[in-house]
């Protein structure tokens, strides 16, 4: 495991109404979330990324509107040809 320090102001705490491992969590989830979008992580590693759960996490990307899955309609359509 790999620890990475961020800084950021105290009164950010305050405004967000947030513990400092509440903020973390926050953190991890939305970095999690991010980099599956831009395809950099699979789900299942962005979920080990947020400290979730496959399900959980698949749980979380519904809740934000975010695909489950990168497939493309050409995509599907290639596999169906290959079937046959």
């Given at each position: ?40 992580l699979t789900i ?41």
């Amino acid at each position: 495991m790999k620890t990475i320090t961020l800084e950021f102001p105290s009164e950010i705490l305050l405004a967000l109404n947030e513990t400092e491992t509440e903020f973390k969590q926050s953190i991890r989830i939305s970095l999690a979330m991010r980099l599956y979008k831009l395809e950099k992580l699979t789900i299942g590693k962005a979920a080990q990324l947020a400290g979730l759960s496959r399900f959980e996490f698949e749980t979380v990307l519904s809740e934000n509107e975010i695909p489950i899955s990168n497939l493309t309609i050409a995509d599907v359509l290639e596999d169906s040809k290959k079937i046959r």
